[in-house]
């Protein structure tokens, strides 16, 4: 940064492309797809006139105002040389804030323009056997899609089952469901390469096929063959999400002892209580003068 009465080129110059391809950028976490013009820089031991110093501010207010911190580049009035009083030393400690933003977005977003917002949730009672949920979450295009992601948006997966009646099979679907937790496809690379104990996984490895990305298995030694699983595949800009819940367990037929006492089945093998599968999402907000990104639509295509 210039010490003197004048900035010229090289000093802007950092600031101006970070802030473009945080902007303008397309691809994986490769930005936000704005069509927002930045100026391009001026020429090499050219001045940098108020026009250009505007560009920058205007880019850094859409910014900031998305991250939510402070714009502490100056405006200038048309005409004005920009000088060093204009940007004191604020340029270098912006790029660092911003760009550590734009970099990991998990670590920052709660405070940005977004919100959390349930997108579909539906339930189902005293059921047995398998029930499967897809979800369609479509973006207007890939370039939307990507750019969503990058800017901190996230698919949540979450479950829940209550059961009042203390029966043991509830108990454990309350378990089971409760250990799923809240499972994320996002910008984020997964955490772990085990489909127990991850909580993520990141949007650009989807393939063109389903694949099981979380897996929980019931506890409860009488049920171990019940679980409950997320999956998804991407197809141009469509992702669609399923989660499955899977009661294996064979009920026993007939009369005699265990599970705690005496026992005696008729009829089918029943979960009872209500089992819920709520997908939310981290969306933008879209306010004035912010980043603006539109958000993807949902629809239940296979119901519980």
């Given amino acids: ?22 902007l303008n950028g397309t691809g994986v976490h490769g930005g936000y797809d704005q069509s927002h013009t930045v100026s391009a820089n001026p020429s090499t031991g050219g001045s940098v006139d108020d026009a250009y ?19 502490t580049m100056t405006a200038v009035d048309a005409g004005t040389t920009v000088n060093w009083t204009h940007m004191n030393s604020v340029a270098p400690q912006f790029i660092t804030d911003i760009t550590a933003r734009f970099d990991a977005p998990w670590s920052y977003s709660s405070g940005w323009d977004t919100s959390v917002q349930n997108e579909t949730s539906e339930t189902v009672s005293n ?3 398998s ?6 979450v479509d973006f207007a295009d890939v370039n939307t899609m990507n750019a969503w992601f990058s800017a901190g948006g996230e698919i949540r997966v979450s479950s829940s089952h209550n059961d009042t009646s203390g029966n043991q099979q509830g108990t454990s679907w309350e378990q089971l469901c409760s250990e799923l937790g809240t499972f994320t496809y996002s910008v984020r690379p997964e955490d772990s390469s085990s489909i127990d104990a991850r909580t993520r996984y990141k949007h650009s490895d989807l393939t063109g096929s389903y694949v099981v990305h979380k897996k929980e298995i019931a506890n409860d030694a009488d049920y171990t063959a019940n679980y409950i699983q997320v999956s998804a595949y991407v197809t141009g800009s469509d992702i669609y999400v399923k989660t499955e819940l899977n009661d294996a367990h064979v009920a026993r037929s007939g009369s005699g002892s265990g599970y705690g006492g005496a026992w005696s089945w008729t009829g089918a093998d029943t979960v009872p209580g209500t089992s819920t ?3 939310a999402s981290l ?3 879209n306010p004035t003068n912010s980043v603006n990104i539109t958000n993807p639509t949902w629809s239940v295509t296979d119901s519980l």
């Fill in 283 to 285: 969306r933008m907000t």
């Fill in 127 to 129: 059921w047995n056997g």
């Fill in 131 to 136: 029930r499967v949920q897809i979800v369609k």
């Fill in 1 to 22: 940064m210039a010490s003197g009465s004048t900035i010229t080129y090289s000093d802007l110059s950092n600031l101006r492309a970070e802030m473009n391809t945080i």
């Fill in 277 to 279: 599968v709520v997908l």
């Fill in 53 to 71: 110093h505007d560009s920058l501010y205007s880019a850094a207010a859409k910014i900031a105002n998305y991250y939510n911190v402070t714009n």
